[in-house]
């Protein structure tokens, strides 16, 4: 099998490790600064790139920018991959990413090619948001000067990551309210004895809250909620670029907003990576047809 990582971060190291105990035949394209040696694991380049020979193309979790640059921490220039870049792999080739771009859909299409969104399973997210919720803890901590115990936290969101969130919370004493649109959510919050509260509802209650987290990927907490936050409240955004934060309004207001991604490679990436490599193998073995 041959397999191509391309970019990324400590994550990828763990990866590239459980590949290795595969016998993989493994080609690390922008990986150049990497000090780490793996044994008959080759560092290629754009220019030397032989695509058409991988079985197996591993992109980052964050993907592939609108203008095209995949982040890696092993290479101090910017890294952009041509939108024909998949033009030459094999028919077959599978292509795993974390999330699904713009566009890496336009490279996909152009090239007529498929590619796995690890971060749209289940198995994964829900695994992944053991160490985001771990990572959060540590943020919350380092940047309040009270306990999560007693506290007034916002949750805005309860998809897989907001669950696991919100539950651990609650677990340390935190007084949590959950944000939903839904009535299904609602109830589930509700029958989990946390605050439910839909988001119509929020600019009326939100000034009471120490702390605000954002999990939805989409604009929800706005300048008309923003007015209501107390200037002291510590408003965290954890989920995909370029957040659910009205950022700038924020910043006018002198609110402290941080916008956090990729926080189990920042916080466990040797278990964030293997969780990656497991499932990718499972779908190898399994020949899954989940890509999109």
Known sequence: MNVLFVGGDQRQLEMIRIFKEKKANIHL??????????????????????????????????????????????????????????????????????????????????????????????????????????????????????TIFGSNIYVFGFGRVGETLARTLKNLGANVTVVVRSKKNYARVKELKMNPLYIEKVKAKISDANIIINTVPALVITRDILDEVNVNTFILDISSKPGGVDFEYAKKRGLKADLVLGIPGLVAPKTAGKILAEAILEIISEGSDESV
């Not at 790139?49 to 079985?55: G, Q, T, V």
């Not at 152009?110 to 690890?118: E, G, H, K, M, V």
Request: charged share 25%; proline share 3%; hydrophobic share 45%.
């Open 29 to 146: 394209l922008g990986f150049h600064q990497l000090m780490q040696s793996f044994v008959e694991a080759r560092k290629v380049s754009l220019k030397e790139l032989n695509i058409n020979i991988y079985d197996v193309i591993i992109l980052p979790v964050n993907g592939v920018s609108d203008e095209g640059k995949v982040r890696t921490l092993f290479s101090n220039e910017d890294f952009i991959l041509p939108l024909n870049f998949f033009s030459n792999t094999k028919e077959n080739v599978k292509i795993f990413t974390g999330i699904k771009t713009k566009r890496l859909e336009e490279m996909l299409e152009f090239a007529n090619r498929d590619a796995y969104i690890l971060m749209e399973r289940d198995d994964v997210a829900i695994y992944n948001s053991i160490p985001t919720v771990e990572g959060v803890i540590m943020m919350l901590v380092e940047n309040t000067d009270y």
